[in-house]
C-alpha cells in the first residue's frame, strides 16, 4: 500500500485548492483499510475519506490521514419482479453508475444524472436533483465501522435520511466508512418529470412520452447550461442549503417580496431558493478577490483560480450575513468544511 506524506491534494478536491495532507492513502476494501488503520505511524491522528472531493472545503492543510475511497465494482445482486438491487463499491464514480444502471434497463437515478462525486458519498447528504433524492431508491448500505473494524448493514431507515442530511452526518459522524451502496431499481421505465425545468426541457425538445434516457439527457442539458464545470472553475456545487422556515417566517417575507419562490416543506415549513436570496442581496456574478458567486447560478460559490480555503470561507460569511441582514434568514453551508 503506497502512503504518501505530505503530498499535495489540489487535483482532488474539485474547488482545486491548494492544500496538503501530512498522509494521503487508497484503500479498496475491508481488508486493506483495516491494515491502514492499524498502522502506528497514524494513530491518535485525525483520519478523514475523501471520495471524488466535489462536496469538501479544505480551509488548511489537512494534519493527519486522508484515506481516499477506491472500492470498485457493480453487480445486481438480488431480482424480484420489477425490483432489482443493484450494489455499487463506494469508489465507483457516481455518474458512470447512473449510465450504466440505464445501459443495463434498470430505472430509478435518471434524475440524478451528472452529479460529481462517488457512489460512496451518495448517502451521506442523500444527494438529490430534480424532483429525486437518493432515499427514494435506497435499499442498503455496509459501513465499516473505525473503532473496531465490523461491517455493519444500514437500511433507510438507520440511514435518518433528510433534506441533504443523513445520520453520517449528524449523530454517526466519522465513526464509519461507508463501502458500497445497494439501490432498489426498477425494471419497468417510469420516469419522473414533474420537476418544471425538466417539463420545459423535455418540451423543448418535443419529447411527449420521454423514456428515462431522455429524462437523463434532460437533466444533463440543465445541468450543463447553469452549473459551472469543476474542470473549468472550481466549485463543489450549491455552497448552501436551501433554508427550511416557519410558515409565519414566509409570510413576512412574501409581504415585501410576492415573486420569492417557495416550496411546501411539510409541518406547516416553506423550503426558500437560497440562491434567489443571493441573487437579491447583489452577490450574483459579483467577484471578490479569487472568488465569488457564479454568474448563472447565486448559489454556486467559485474559485477563478488561485483562491485559498480560507478566502472561500470568508467570503461565504459575508454572503450568509448579506441574506441575514436584509431577509432575517440563516443560511447553513452544505458543504463539508475542513
Ligand atoms: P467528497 O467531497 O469526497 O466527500 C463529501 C463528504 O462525505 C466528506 O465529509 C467525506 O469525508 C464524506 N465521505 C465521502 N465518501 C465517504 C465514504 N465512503 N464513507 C464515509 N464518508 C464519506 N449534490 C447534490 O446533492 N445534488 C446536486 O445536484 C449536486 N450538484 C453538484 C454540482 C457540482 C458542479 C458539484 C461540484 C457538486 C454537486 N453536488 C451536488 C455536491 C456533490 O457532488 C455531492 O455531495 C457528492 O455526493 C459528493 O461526492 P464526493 O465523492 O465528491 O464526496
Ligand atoms: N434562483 C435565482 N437565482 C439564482 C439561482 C436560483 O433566482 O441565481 C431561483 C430559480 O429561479 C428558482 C429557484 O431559485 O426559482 C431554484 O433554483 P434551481 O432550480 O436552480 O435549484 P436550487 O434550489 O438553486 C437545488 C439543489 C441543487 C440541485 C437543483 C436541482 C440545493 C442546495 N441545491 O438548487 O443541488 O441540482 O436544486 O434540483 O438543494 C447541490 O446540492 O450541490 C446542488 C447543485
Given at each position: 500500500m503506497t502512503v504518501l506524506e505530505n503530498t499535495s491534494i489540489k487535483h482532488l478536491n474539485t474547488f482545486g485548492i491548494e492544500a496538503k495532507a501530512r498522509f494521503l492513502a487508497h484503500f479498496t476494501g475491508p481488508e486493506s483499510l483495516g491494515k491502514l488503520l492499524a498502522d502506528p505511524r497514524f494513530e491518535g491522528l485525525p483520519k478523514m475519506i475523501l471520495g471524488g472531493g466535489s462536496n469538501v472545503l479544505f480551509t488548511e492543510d489537512y494534519p493527519g490521514l486522508i484515506l481516499k475511497n477506491e472500492v470498485k465494482g457493480i453487480e445486481a445482486v438480488r431480482e424480484e419482479g420489477d425490483v432489482v438491487l443493484v450494489k455499487a463499491g463506494a469508489g465507483e464514480n457516481w455518474h458512470e453508475f447512473v449510465s450504466y444502471t440505464l445501459n443495463h434497463g434498470w430505472y430509478g437515478l435518471e434524475n440524478l444524472s451528472l452529479i460529481p462525486g462517488n457512489v460512496g458519498a451518495s448517502p451521506m447528504q442523500n444527494i438529490g436533483a430534480y424532483g429525486t433524492e437518493i432515499k427514494d431508491i435506497f435499499h442498503s448500505l455496509e459501513a465499516y465501522e473505525i473503532s473496531g473494524g465490523a461491517v455493519k448493514i444500514f437500511d433507510a431507515e438507520a440511514c435518518r435520511f433528510g433534506y441533504r442530511e443523513s445520520v453520517f452526518k449528524r449523530?454517526?459522524?466519522?465513526?464509519y466508512i461507508i463501502l458500497n451502496v445497494t439501490f432498489a431499481l426498477s425494471k419497468t421505465p417510469r420516469v419522473n418529470t414533474r420537476y418544471g425545468a425538466i417539463t420545459a426541457e423535455l418540451e423543448k425538445a418535443g419529447i411527449t412520452d420521454p423514456t428515462p434516457k431522455d429524462v437523463s439527457e434532460a437533466v444533463i442539458r440543465i445541468r450543463q447550461s447553469k452549473l459551472p464545470d469543476p474542470a473549468e472553475l472550481g466549485n463543489a456545487g450549491s455552497f448552501f442549503k436551501n433554508p427550511v422556515v416557519p410558515e409565519e417566517v414566509f409570510k413576512r417575507l412574501q409581504k415585501e417580496w410576492p415573486e420569492i419562490p417557495n416550496y411546501p416543506a411539510g409541518e406547516g415549513r416553506v423550503k426558500l431558493a437560497a440562491g434567489w436570496l443571493i441573487e437579491k442581496t447583489g452577490r450574483k456574478g459579483k467577484r471578490t478577490g479569487n472568488c465569488g458567486m457564479?454568474?448563472?447560478?447565486?448559489?454556486v460559490l467559485v474559485n477563478?483560480?488561485?483562491?485559498k480555503g480560507k478566502e472561500i470561507y470568508d467570503l461565504s460569511a459575508a454572503v450568509k450575513k448579506d441574506v441575514y441582514d436584509m431577509f432575517g434568514v440563516e443560511l447553513e453551508r452544505e458543504v463539508n468544511i475542513l
Amino acid at each position: 500500500m503506497t502512503v504518501l506524506e505530505n503530498t499535495s491534494i489540489k487535483h482532488l478536491n474539485t474547488f482545486g485548492i491548494e492544500a496538503k495532507a501530512r498522509f494521503l492513502a487508497h484503500f479498496t476494501g475491508p481488508e486493506s483499510l483495516g491494515k491502514l488503520l492499524a498502522d502506528p505511524r497514524f494513530e491518535g491522528l485525525p483520519k478523514m475519506i475523501l471520495g471524488g472531493g466535489s462536496n469538501v472545503l479544505f480551509t488548511e492543510d489537512y494534519p493527519g490521514l486522508i484515506l481516499k475511497n477506491e472500492v470498485k465494482g457493480i453487480e445486481a445482486v438480488r431480482e424480484e419482479g420489477d425490483v432489482v438491487l443493484v450494489k455499487a463499491g463506494a469508489g465507483e464514480n457516481w455518474h458512470e453508475f447512473v449510465s450504466y444502471t440505464l445501459n443495463h434497463g434498470w430505472y430509478g437515478l435518471e434524475n440524478l444524472s451528472l452529479i460529481p462525486g462517488n457512489v460512496g458519498a451518495s448517502p451521506m447528504q442523500n444527494i438529490g436533483a430534480y424532483g429525486t433524492e437518493i432515499k427514494d431508491i435506497f435499499h442498503s448500505l455496509e459501513a465499516y465501522e473505525i473503532s473496531g473494524g465490523a461491517v455493519k448493514i444500514f437500511d433507510a431507515e438507520a440511514c435518518r435520511f433528510g433534506y441533504r442530511e443523513s445520520v453520517f452526518k449528524r449523530a454517526l459522524k466519522g465513526r464509519y466508512i461507508i463501502l458500497n451502496v445497494t439501490f432498489a431499481l426498477s425494471k419497468t421505465p417510469r420516469v419522473n418529470t414533474r420537476y418544471g425545468a425538466i417539463t420545459a426541457e423535455l418540451e423543448k425538445a418535443g419529447i411527449t412520452d420521454p423514456t428515462p434516457k431522455d429524462v437523463s439527457e434532460a437533466v444533463i442539458r440543465i445541468r450543463q447550461s447553469k452549473l459551472p464545470d469543476p474542470a473549468e472553475l472550481g466549485n463543489a456545487g450549491s455552497f448552501f442549503k436551501n433554508p427550511v422556515v416557519p410558515e409565519e417566517v414566509f409570510k413576512r417575507l412574501q409581504k415585501e417580496w410576492p415573486e420569492i419562490p417557495n416550496y411546501p416543506a411539510g409541518e406547516g415549513r416553506v423550503k426558500l431558493a437560497a440562491g434567489w436570496l443571493i441573487e437579491k442581496t447583489g452577490r450574483k456574478g459579483k467577484r471578490t478577490g479569487n472568488c465569488g458567486m457564479h454568474k448563472m447560478q447565486a448559489l454556486v460559490l467559485v474559485n477563478y483560480g488561485g483562491a485559498k480555503g480560507k478566502e472561500i470561507y470568508d467570503l461565504s460569511a459575508a454572503v450568509k450575513k448579506d441574506v441575514y441582514d436584509m431577509f432575517g434568514v440563516e443560511l447553513e453551508r452544505e458543504v463539508n468544511i475542513l
